[in-house]
């Protein structure tokens, strides 16, 4: 056997060493570990996406209460049994329809729960699509790095996003944040290809306006995805040529894609930022303006120290946002290393410009220090800011004696950074193989009880009022509206519906209320429905019935009494220690009310 042929198999083996474990691991994540969506807008999307998926276009059964009031503000009408949504950009709303169309997920029969399942199909369905970006992503990742670089780094960059649970957590949440991942790495590949071009004096324009339909359907995928394209511009400006037929093509190319979203929004709710302008509303979470049915004016006091505070908490989760990658931070201590190539060190110029707009955008819009943030969009740069941390690693090793040695001595350092990395992964199986617990719903609430339980007890005009309207939405398949903030808004939602002859039919209460905070957070975020919320473990508690427990509050009586209550009918969706409540205005089957 020939050397070269020794060396090809051994390329190839550690090839299909690789394939092997990101097969293994997607599996692990879709299947073994899987346990549901896990983030609210992911499951909010998969329901837009399958009204779109039945012919209903862009509409929702998730309705914000300030879309409400935007639309009544602005003297547009409104119909609680078909809004449209404003709040998502459309492009992985739309992926997420055609994928749900072709495998019938249209027809919620076809993937009704049986009363002993843990996981929703549908669930499944969208973290498979996820995953499958991710492992595309790897891919052009790979090649581009490649050519930046070498194949070395390319792959041990491939071998980090892989090994890294941060991603794999984010392909679980449905959150359009993969494909958003696929759709930069490619922009990224062909704005490489336009400096290879021109480093070579060829016309670089062809592939810069590719790179710009990319960054298109990017923002397209994300709205904040605008301020990298801002730095994206500012980088081409100065590096390529053309610099003014360069910088009008790309702006060009971005207004042709994002006018008819615009148009929409403005159509469907006045304002072409949609729902998401309230995002820039001060004091408050994004979640607090959501549920309000008062628009409160523009507050921009205090925003530069807003800013400048989520920046600094960006900063200092870095590391967690840029995938748990221990060596990507180091990919500002690069920015100070003299590469041989030009074209090498001006690229890393344009990614920094990138992410600097980026993450304004981020502190702009709010992305705080959670684990899987919707705005969140550090994790894009991890390949490329990790390939320049590895090769600057490389630089450093090479003038340490070991690494003169072959095998693994000679390449500890690459071998040590996989490692750290890929500890929370590992920690991961550990405790999948001790514990075999997959039946702890991420949202709080095992789906069966709304897919079944509540379904069962309502039908396709019921209208619901909850605390988890995008799981209402998704699992139960009804219109669902989130849970104003107090009673008096709650009141003022009723009257709406009412005067549209949709009446509410019930509010549904889960631990969502409450879960992640103490009793003063609740009373915060729900103020004076916080008894309702907390009403069954009262109960439980002093051995009396939840509905009879605060008999002499008004509000709660007003609401919930069994004698002269609207939603008189209490039914029981899950146990004490995951508690769903339904209280409904009309009766339901005797042997599920309380």
Not at 123 to 138: E, H, N, P, Q
Not at 392 to 421: D, E, K, M, Y
């Amino acid at each position: 056997m020939s050397i070269s042929n020794q060396f090809d198999g051994a390329k190839l083996a550690r090839r299909g060493i690789f394939f092997a474990l990101l097969i293994g691991i997607t599996l692990l994540y879709t299947t073994f570990s899987f346990r549901g969506l896990s983030h609210k807008d992911g499951i909010d999307q998969a329901q837009i996406g399958r009204e779109v998926a039945r012919g209903n276009g862009l509409s929702t059964k998730m309705v914000r209460p300030i879309s409400i009031q935007q639309l009544e503000s602005s003297d547009k009408k409104v119909n609680l049994n078909h809004m449209f949504d404003t709040y998502h950009a459309p492009l992985n709303v739309l992926v997420y329809a055609g994928v749900i169309k072709m495998v019938g997920g249209d027809d919620a029969g076809n993937y009704r729960m049986l009363a002993n399942d843990t996981v929703y199909k549908l669930d499944r369905v969208i973290a498979v699509t996820c995953s499958l970006f991710f492992i595309i992503s790897i891919g052009i990742n790979y090649l581009l790095i490649s050519r930046i670089f070498d194949k070395k780094i390319g792959s041990v960059v491939a071998i980090l996003m892989m090994v890294s649970e941060y991603m794999w957590q984010i392909t679980q949440s449905g959150l359009p944040q993969m494909l958003m991942l696929m759709l930069f790495s490619s922009a990224l590949y062909m704005a490489w290809r336009a400096i290879e071009i021109q480093e070579s004096k060829g016309r670089a324009f062809l592939p810069v306006i590719i790179s710009g339909f990319f960054f298109a359907l990017l923002a397209l995928t994300h709205w904040i995805t605008l301020w990298m394209f801002v730095g994206y511009v500012i980088f081409a400006c100065i590096y390529f040529r053309p610099r003014g037929v360069v910088a009008v093509t790309l702006i060009g190319i971005m207004l042709l894609f994002i006018v008819a979203p615009l148009i929409y929004y403005t159509t469907h709710s006045d304002n072409p930022l949609g729902t998401a302008f309230y995002a820039l509303h001060a004091g408050g979470s994004r979640d607090h303006f959501m549920r309000s049915l008062e628009i409160p004016p523009l507050n921009i006091k205090g925003l530069n120290l807003r800013i400048l505070g989520s920046f600094v908490t960006q900063i200092s989760y870095i590391n967690f946002f840029l995938g748990g990658l221990v060596i990507a931070p180091a990919f500002f201590l690069a920015l100070f290393h003299p590469f041989k190539r030009s074209s090498i060190s001006k690229f890393r110029w344009g990614i920094l410009l990138m992410w600097v707009f980026a993450a304004f955008g981020m502190s702009l819009y709010g992305a705080g220090d959670e684990a899987v943030d919707p705005n969140q969009v550090h994790m894009l740069f991890m390949p490329l800011m990790a390939a320049y941390a590895v090769a600057f690693l490389c630089i450093i090793w090479a003038r340490v004696p070991l690494s003169q040695q072959g095998g693994l001595v000679g390449n500890l350092h690459i071998a040590v950074v996989v490692l750290i990395t890929a500890g929370p992964l590992i920690s991961t199986l550990f405790l999948l193989s001790r514990t075999h617990d997959n039946t702890n719903s991420p949202i709080g609430v095992n789906p069966v009880s709304l897919n079944r339980n509540l379904a069962d007890v309502t039908d396709e005009n019921t209208l619901i009022v909850s605390d988890q309207p995008w799981a209402i939405a998704w699992y139960a398949d009804r219109q669902s509206i989130w849970m104003p903030l107090n009673s008096e808004q709650l009141e003022m939602l009723e009257t709406i519906a009412e005067e549209q002859q949709t009446p509410v039919s019930g509010l549904h209460f889960t631990m969502a209320s409450y879960q992640d905070g103490d009793i003063l957070d609740s009373f915060r975020v729900n103020q004076d429905l916080s008894p309702i919320a907390y009403s069954p473990w009262m109960a439980y508690m002093s051995q009396s019935k939840s509905r009879d427990l605060f008999a002499s509050n008004p509000t709660v009586s007003k609401l919930i009494s069994p004698i002269n209550g609207t939603y008189k009918h209490t039914i029981i969706l899950e146990n004490l220690f995951r508690p769903s409540i339904y209280y409904s205005r009309n009766a339901v089957t005797p042997n599920m009310e309380e």
